[in-house]
């Protein structure tokens, strides 16, 4: 079982930025997909971002493109999600996933096998 640890919420102003971390150990291979999914206090669960180790294409959810960038160090098995411009909107708590499945639906929680803690972002008007 891979075990994630996220890390980089907070408070931050209408217009600001964060970086979270999520980094990963318990044996992730490079055909892992990664994600980063997001909860609002209410709502469910939402995708926002992902992509695998090995390979360059990733996925963003159409409310975060352009202003998220997902990016991985895969010599520190780590997961970033650079947030810019954030929005109110943007407040929840933040979950890295990793799947271990070939093919994915990269949207939908039950394709992933393990999740971290999560770490809370709070964007302020």
């Known amino acids: 079982q891979v075990q994630l640890v996220e890390s980089g919420g907070g408070l931050v102003q209408a217009g600001g930025s964060l970086r979270l971390s999520c980094a990963a150990s318990?044996?992730?291979?490079?055909?892992?997909?990664m994600g980063w999914f997001r909860q609002a206090a209410g709502a469910e669960r939402e995708f926002v971002a992902g992509?695998?180790?090995?390979?360059?294409?990733?996925y963003y959810a159409r409310s975060v493109k352009g202003r998220f960038t997902i990016s991985r160090d895969n010599a520190k098995s780590v997961v970033y999600l650079q947030m810019n411009s954030l929005k109110p909107e943007d407040t929840a708590v933040y979950y890295c996933?990793?799947?271990?499945?070939?093919?994915?639906?990269?949207?939908?929680?039950?394709?992933?096998?393990?999740w971290g803690q999560g770490t809370q972002v709070t964007v302020s008007s």
């Open positions: 996933a990793a799947s271990a499945r070939a093919y994915i639906h990269v949207n939908l929680t039950s394709a992933y096998d393990s």
């Open positions: 318990g044996g992730t291979s490079s055909n892992y997909f």
């Open positions: 992509l695998r180790w090995s390979g360059s294409s990733t």
